[in-house]
């Protein structure tokens, strides 16, 4: 009864932070649905001045009489990939932040009697959607899927979809004026028609019980359908059973389970999970495993455990543009494999779907947060709905997957009285939809006290959360105060402590002295992390490491016009994809942590 309330409320929860003009909840598992891509070549209008809108050339009219014309046309003019984004497609648009029109036609046939919703992925940073002449949602927030229902909408033929999309930066988004990555615009994931009947599944829950001997499934059809028969399968562990939903059309079941072979890192074991009702049918992998923090350790079924992680941004250097498919999944979690990682910080924001589960077939342990990335108006109401709508879409995208570890609530925040309660009704949020889940956040507070000579970092803020981390660039924007291998820490005791970033720049193929900072060369990079290495042997309560960062990202304030060029130099391997020396310092690093298990 418990555990029905709380998935009950986390719907509803769900439904309340959605304003009236934003799109409503989406569909759990996506592609395990009906679906009609609507990716490839979209055609494009740059509007610069909005005046689109103003014009509604989302009508897409065409002059009929002598004396009509219309100052715009969809057709014959710019093309743009989706997904992807604008920036990458021609040198007119690679700093451009404002409006540009996206449209397509599509054809529909076969879909009597279903109900239809446009399904997209990401779209940063804002848009508005508009179909078959007639505005049919809008969403804001460049990192997470929404959905919109077009089910009395949609021709069998001739349909003309439009997306006005805007990545003007605001104070009032996440993230805000400033920060440290491209401002990629564009429809940026899938775009697809999905197809469901008319009581479908819409979302569930399916997971390993804390004490690791039952599964956990919550499952919410779309309508308050009560009294239609849901049924659980998973052919392997030869559960198969069959619950009536209540009233609100849910199911909340708890399943005995034995002989589990439970996910990790090194056996990153899915199960075939198949959901359905005499209508609908929605298949998976899930895996299975246990979760928790006992003082200063991190138990992954109940071993403990050191997250060898890496950051990376959702970009593929090589090509200069946002990443969003299978193939740029690979590319990015195998260097990260390589590198001998067993974690990832998705870099700062909720990456695409394909990176979030090629991940759990792959074995990483993944850290997901949303863009609060300093600079964030915490005093206003609006931000605060905003981020809320992130965390619960994140969630409600990702809560399936048992690699998910960590939800990330913020990035460099300071402290104050507007942040704690911004940031505690994140957590609230959170815990609201998914109690399973360690809290994170990061911090650049530690300093070094000279009188005691040692670590510290004050923000009470920290007792919010299950694990600190903390970003320390010693060696890069802070000098050493004293040999590394006397830096030592006292920092959140009593809870585990991860350094969620750490590291300095170099250029590929530059080298000079290994004590220069300006030389931006790769002895000085290796250095670095060699000093870093050493002071987190003084750091008794670290779980965790993860270097910033595993590539070279493009970052519009790195000016530097020889060593940076647009580009932060962090990477442990270049824009070009060659490793620099400090990768293979880290990777010796984690083939010793790997061995001490
Ligand atoms: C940080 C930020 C990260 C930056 C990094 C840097 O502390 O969290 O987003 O890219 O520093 O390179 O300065």
Not at 43 to 54: K, P, S
Request: glycine share 6%.
């Amino acid at each position: 009864m418990k555990l029905y309330t709380r998935f009950a409320a986390a719907m509803l929860g769900a439904l309340a932070a959605l304003s009236s003009a934003q799109a409503q909840p989406f569909m759990t598992n996506v592609y395990g649905r009906e679906t009609q891509s609507l990716n490839g070549k979209w055609d494009a209008i740059v509007d610069l001045y909005d005046q689109g809108r103003r014009n509604r050339i989302y009508l897409d009219r065409k002059a009929q009489g002598k004396t009509d014309f219309y100052e715009y046309s969809f057709e014959n003019g710019l093309r743009l990939d989706v997904p992807s984004d604008w920036n990458s497609r021609m040198p007119e648009l690679k700093y451009y932040e404002g409006t540009v029109w996206y449209a397509r036609r599509f054809d529909a046939p076969q879909h009597e009697g279903r109900r239809l919703f446009l399904h997209f992925g990401g779209v940063n940073y804002r848009c508005r959607v508009y179909l078959n002449g007639e505005p049919v949602g809008s969403h804001e927030g460049g990192f997470t899927p929404f959905q919109m229902e077009v089910t009395d909408r949609v021709k069998p033929q001739g349909n003309f979809l439009a997306v006005e999309v805007n990545n003007t930066r605001t104070p009032d988004a996440i993230p805000a004026m400033s920060f440290d990555w491209w401002n990629y615009g564009g429809i940026t994931r899938d775009v697809q028609l999905v197809s469901v009947p008319q009581t479908f599944v819409e979302d569930y829950f399916i997971r390993l019980e804390p004490a690791g001997d039952r599964i956990a499934a919550d499952v919410k059809l779309s309508q308050a359908a009560a009294g239609v028969a849901v049924r659980i399968e998973i052919p392997e562990l030869k559960i198969d059973r069959t619950a009536q939903s209540d009233e609100q059309g849910a199911v909340v079941l708890s399943i005995p389970v034995k002989r589990l072979e439970r996910w990790s890192p090194e056996q990153p074991k899915l199960y075939r999970v198949i959901v359905s009702t005499a209508d609908d049918r929605v298949e998976e992998q899930i895996g299975l495993r246990t979760l928790r923090v006992e003082g200063e350790d991190i138990y992954l079924n109940d071993r403990p455990v050191f997250l060898r992680s890496v950051s990376f941004h959702e970009e593929i250097p090589q090509r200069r543009g946002r990443a969003f498919s299978e193939a740029d999944a690979v590319m990015l979690l195998s260097e990260a494999k390589a590198l001998g990682c067993n974690a990832i910080r998705l870099a700062h924001y909720p990456q695409n779907e394909y990176t979030v589960r090629l991940a759990e077939r792959m074995g990483f342990l993944l850290w997901e947060e949303i863009p609060v990335w300093q600079g964030i108006d915490f005093a206003n109401g609006a931000t605060r709905a905003k981020a809320e709508g992130m965390i619960r879409e994140m969630i409600h995208r990702d809560k399936n997957r048992c690699a998910l570890t960590f939800w990330g609530v913020a990035n460099e925040t300071q402290p104050s009285s507007a942040r704690d309660e911004f940031l505690r009704h994140l957590i609230r949020c959170c815990r609201e939809i998914d109690s399973t889940r360690l809290i994170v956040a990061a911090f650049d507070l530690v300093r070094f006290d000279r009188e005691r000579q040692v670590f510290v970092m004050n923000d009470p803020f920290i007792e919010a959360l299950d694990v600190v981390a903390v970003n320390k660039y010693m060696g890069w924007y802070h000098p050493w105060p004293l040999e590394p291998e006397r830096a030592v820490w006292d920092v959140a005791r009593g809870k585990p402590l991860v350094i969620s970033e750490f590291g300095g720049e170099a250029l590929y193929g530059q080298h000079g002295p290994d004590d220069v900072a300006s030389s931006w060369s790769e002895e000085y990079q290796e250095r670095l992390y060699r000093d870093n290495l050493r002071m987190f042997e003084n750091i008794p309560n670290l779980r965790g490491v993860s270097p910033w960062v595993l590539f070279d990202f493009r970052s519009p304030f790195r000016f530097h016009p020889t060593n940076q060029e647009d580009w932060n130099r962090k990477g442990l391997v270049s824009d070009q994809g060659y490793r620099k020396k400090a990768w293979y310092l880290m990777k010796k690093y984690y083939e010793e942590k790997q061995a001490l298990r």
